[in-house]
C-alpha cells in the first residue's frame, strides 16, 4: 500500500488535535492532514505575522484556536472539547539561541507543556494516539561522526537541547506511569515520540535559522552571514519527518498491534543529506541564480553543536519509512517555495503550492 493510500484510509473522517498548528512544522501538517480528509483542531499561540500560517491561508484548513501549553486548564478544555482520535503535540520553543535568553519560558513551554498535554489526556480519559514531537537535540550530543539511536542517552548542552531531553523523559514516565502499553486494552492511549533532524522548507522566517537567514539576505541583494560554515546538521525537507510522524500516527491508531510502536522514534534524512551549513548555503544560492555569503563565525559566541547525525534504521526496518526527496530536490523545493512568494504570489496561491509540492512528496 502507498503512504498516501495507508495515511488515508487512517486518518479520513479522524478529529486531530494539534498543538502549535501555527508555526512552520504545524502549518505544513494542518494541510496535509486536510488533504487527507482528517477534521483538525488547532491550539497554538496567535501566528507570527510573518509565517506560512498567514501567508499561505491555514486557517481555512483547520478550526483555529489560540491558547497556550502553559496553562493546563486550556489545555485540558481543549483535549475535552476536541475529543480526538489522535493528538500530536508539536508546540515548543524551537530554537537554540533564544533558549540561552530566556530558560525558563523555554522550560515551561517544552517540558510542562508536554507533561500538560499528557496530563490532560489522563484527567479526560480520553482514549487517542499521541505523537509527541521532539528533535534530534534531545541526545546527549558527544559530537560522535555516526548517528545515534534512540535508545542513546538523552542530555543536552543549552537549555534548548536539554528540554528536549526532559521533554522525552517526560513522555516515557506518563507511558509507563499511566499509559503502559501492555495495558493499552484498559486506557487506550498509545503514545510515541519523534525526533527529527534540521527541517528547511518554504514558509520559515524565524530568527536565526539558516534558510530564513539566507532568503532575507538575498531579496535585499546582501551578502549572507553565516555564523557556524562549518557545522554538520541532518538537513531535511519539512515534509520528510511529518510523514515520519503521521505514518507512525497511523500504526497507533490502526495496526493489530499499536504497543509495538509506543516508543521514540529517528525521522532524517539519508547519510548523504548531512552536510556542513556552508553547503547549505552555498546550495542555496545556487538555486536562487544569485548571491553570496560571508563567515561571521564568533569564537565567543554561546555553545551550539558541530556536529549532529540520526540513525533511522529503526524507522526503515520497523516502519517502513524512508527519506523520499535528497539534498538537492530538499534545496530546489525550498528556494521555489520562496521565490513564488517574493514575486507577490497570493494565500491561495501559496497554499496550493503547499498542497502540490505534498502530493509530490506523498507520490515519490
Not at 485540558?76 to 540561552?100: G, I
Not at 503502559?180 to 498509545?190: F, I, N, Q, S, Y
Not at 544560492?285 to 553570496?292: D, K, S
Not at 527519506?323 to 538537492?328: A, D, G, I, T
Request: hydrophobic share 45%; charged share 20%.
Amino acid at each position: 500500500m502507498s503512504l498516501s493510500a495507508e495515511l488515508s484510509r487512517v486518518y479520513a473522517g479522524k478529529t486531530v488535535l494539534l498543538t502549535g498548528h501555527t508555526g512552520f512544522k504545524g502549518a505544513w501538517l494542518t494541510l496535509w492532514l486536510q488533504q487527507l480528509g482528517a477534521r483538525v483542531v488547532g491550539f497554538a499561540l496567535a501566528p507570527e505575522p510573518k509565517s506560512v500560517f498567514l501567508s499561505a491561508g491555514v486557517a481555512s484548513a483547520c478550526e483555529h484556536h489560540e491558547g497556550d501549553v502553559r496553562r493546563f486548564e486550556q489545555v485540558k478544555a481543549a483535549v475535552a472539547a476536541a475529543k480526538p482520535d489522535v493528538v500530536f503535540h508539536l508546540a515548543a520553543q524551537a530554537l537554540v539561541r533564544p533558549s540561552y535568553a530566556d530558560p525558563l519560558a523555554t522550560i515551561e513551554t517544552n517540558v510542562n507543556g508536554t507533561a500538560h498535554v499528557l496530563e490532560a489526556i489522563r484527567q479526560t480519559k480520553q482514549r487517542c494516539a499521541v505523537v509527541i514531537v521532539s528533535s534530534d537535540k534531545c541526545y546527549e550530543n558527544r559530537e560522535w561522526v555516526y548517528g545515534y539511536r534512540e535508545d542513546d542517552a538523552m542530555g543536552g548542552h543549552d537549555p534548548y537541547s536539554m528540554s528536549k531531553g526532559a521533554t522525552e523523559l517526560v513522555t516515557a514516565s506518563w507511558r509507563r506511569s499511566y499509559f503502559h502499553p501492555a495495558k493499552l486494552a484498559e486506557h487506550g492511549v498509545a503514545i510515541a515520540s519523534g525526533r527529527a533532524g534540521n527541517v528547511i522548507g518554504g514558509g520559515d522566517w524565524a530568527v536565526d535559522r539558516i534558510i530564513p537567514d539566507c532568503v532575507r539576505a538575498l531579496s535585499k541583494g546582501e551578502p549572507i552571514g553565516v555564523r557556524s560554515p562549518k557545522s554538520v546538521r541532518p538537513w531535511q525537507h519539512v515534509l520528510e519527518p511529518l510523514g515520519g510522524y503521521l505514518l507512525l500516527g497511523a500504526r497507533l491508531l490502526s495496526s493489530a498491534r499499536p504497543q509495538d510502536y509506543c516508543e521514540g522514534w529517528n525521522f532524517g534524512p539519508e547519510a548523504s543529506s548531512a552536510r556542513t551549513v556552508a553547503e547549505v548555503v552555498t546550495a542555496l544560492i545556487a538555486a536562487w541564480g544569485a548571491g553570496q555569503w560571508v563567515d561571521q563565525s564568533d569564537p565567543k559566541a554561546v555553545h551550539e553543536a558541530s556536529l549532529l547525525r540520526l540513525s533511522i534504521d529503526k524507522a526503515q526496518a520497523k516502519l517502513g519509512w524512508l527519506p523520499r526527496w535528497n539534498f538537492e530536490a530538499t534545496i530546489a523545493r525550498t528556494a521555489a517555495w520562496y521565490r513564488a512568494q517574493l514575486d507577490g504570489a497570493s494565500p491561495e496561491q501559496l497554499k496550493a503550492l503547499c498542497q502540490a509540492q505534498i502530493a509530490d512528496y506523498a507520490a515519490a
